[in-house]
């Protein structure tokens, strides 16, 4: 009978919490490893003053099949709150508010209704607005060029859109969903969310959240794994083919693990460059290439009443969305916040109060009881505008990659994004570790850096 197959998994994010999965579930035996003392990477949660937080509020949408999917294995699912469709409310600080809302029309006319009403437009800007989508459309028809270095602020220009079509629709729709400023997004990347959620079908927008903070979901993932080690950097990979189980991982403190038949890296780009030592022979290109950009939320907890929505979009706000986790506890997000990361925990506190109050007059006069502010200064990342996004496969058959910043068929950076990576990465590794041919070993390792 065949030895069971031993996997080392770096990094417990949903990537690589995806990926161990799938190769547990295929046979392995799989050990996961984590830097931090946390699961779940950028997608975790944490106490403050004796109440578990997100890191962030993070959002997914029904399309996110795969997200969904991997809560329903862990079996999670039942904390996963859907829309029965998509509905947003749109506030303005003047006191105006719209709604966005599917109606039960095919895609893509399902949004017609409540855009002909949506009250944050003129219909000049509606007009603008159609143009650009039927523009989506018809470029989702058509092949996409081999180089496309078009960025998504370049589009905008293109399709004419202006002040009041960003302000009202562009902004507090996609600022979140890709969390870079437009002029860094390509445009591939942002008409494939743009096709995928509001173009495809009437229900695949449906905003979805976690009702218990995300670090459950991780931990339900974690304890079917066969070993689960935190606290534990792997600062190196070394393939020593000598070896009948070539991969030896390298602990910081001179400590080294080995006998693993392969190894899946799911760690951000940097982190990758950095455990390679050098990722060329591997025949991963261009980490350098991409950038990480931060996401800041901000906790309030307050006396008074609920805003009875689950969340609403706040125009020419730099929070952007306040969501309601629970009566009396809102979070609000700020999305691409280069310029917030470095503020105070007190300034970020009464900077978002003061917006609540402002869009939220029912807040007015409510005692602030506790806050709590989060940053993710590495929240995401995105490739420069005409860069590519590595596969999960490697130069080497025993080492693959994963995280949501590397090539899942045009999704973003997200928890969708990651949950695909680490699946593809899982298959590959199967597939590459299946064909393995029985050869002598030779004494010819690879290099990588072991610290």
């Known amino acids: 009978m065949a030895e069971q197959q031993r996997i080392a998994v770096v990094g417990a994010g949903l990537a690589g919490l995806a990926a161990a999965l ?38 997914f949408l029904a399309c996110c099949t795969e997200f969904v999917a991997f809560a329903r294995r862990v079996g999670m699912e039942h904390v996963l709150h859907l829309q029965d469709r998509f509905d947003a409310l749109v506030l303005a600080r003047d006191g105006t508010s719209g709604h966005l809302r599917a109606s039960d029309l095919p895609a893509p006319f399902h949004l017609l209704a409540s855009f002909a009403r ?79 959620a509001f173009l495809s079908e009437p229900g695949a927008a449906r905003f979805g959240f976690s009702t218990v903070p995300l670090a459950h979901l991780a931990q339900a993932a974690a304890d079917r794994l066969d070993a689960v080690r935190l606290a534990s950097p792997v600062v190196g990979v070394t393939l020593d083919r000598a070896r009948n189980r070539p991969i030896v991982l390298h602990l910081l403190g001179d400590r080294s693990i ?94 978002a109060w003061r917006e609540v109050c402002s869009f939220v007059p029912a807040l007015r006069g409510t005692k602030l009881l506790s806050t709590a502010v989060t940053r993710n200064p590495d929240a995401t990342y995105l490739p420069r505008a005409g860069a590519t996004r590595p596969s999960q496969t490697t130069a080497e058959p025993a080492v693959v990659i994963a995280g949501g910043w590397t090539d899942t068929g045009g999704w973003p950076d997200t928890m969708e994004s990651a949950v695909r990576s680490g699946a593809y990465a899982a298959r590959a590794l199967q597939r590459s570790l299946a064909a393995r041919p029985e050869r002598a070993p030779t004494a010819t390792p690879l290099p990588s850096r072991a610290s």
Request: glycine share 8%; charged share 25%.
């Open 22 to 59: 799938d190769l547990k579930d295929a046979g392995a035996s799989v050990e996961l490893f984590e830097r931090s003392r946390l699961l779940g990477g950028r997608a975790t949660s944490f106490e403050i003053d004796g109440r578990e937080v997100d890191n962030g509020q993070h959002v």
């Open 118 to 196: 949506y009250p944050h437009l003129s219909l000049g800007g509606k007009l603008r607005v159609g143009r650009a989508l039927v523009s989506a459309l018809l470029s989702k028809a058509r092949p996409a060029a081999a180089a496309d270095d078009e960025t998504f602020e370049d589009w905008l220009e293109r399709t004419g859109q202006n002040a009041q079509t960003r302000r009202a629709f562009w902004d507090p729709f996609f600022i979140p969903a890709l969390n870079a400023p437009f002029g860094r997004v390509s445009r591939a990347d942002a008409t494939f969310v743009l096709s995928t």
């Open 258 to 351: 080995g006998d693993f038949d392969g190894v899946v890296l799911a760690v951000p780009p940097r982190a990758l460059g950095k455990l390679l030592g050098d990722a060329r022979p591997y025949g991963i290109e261009n980490l350098d290439s991409f950038e990480p950009y931060p996401i800041v939320d901000v906790h309030l907890w307050h006396d008074g009443p609920t805003i009875e929505v689950d969340f609403a979009a706040a125009l020419d706000s730099p929070l952007q969305w306040i969501f309601e986790k629970t009566p009396g506890y809102l979070c609000c997000s700020f999305s691409a916040a280069d310029e917030y990361l470095r503020l105070s925990t007190g300034e970020l506190e009464a900077l």
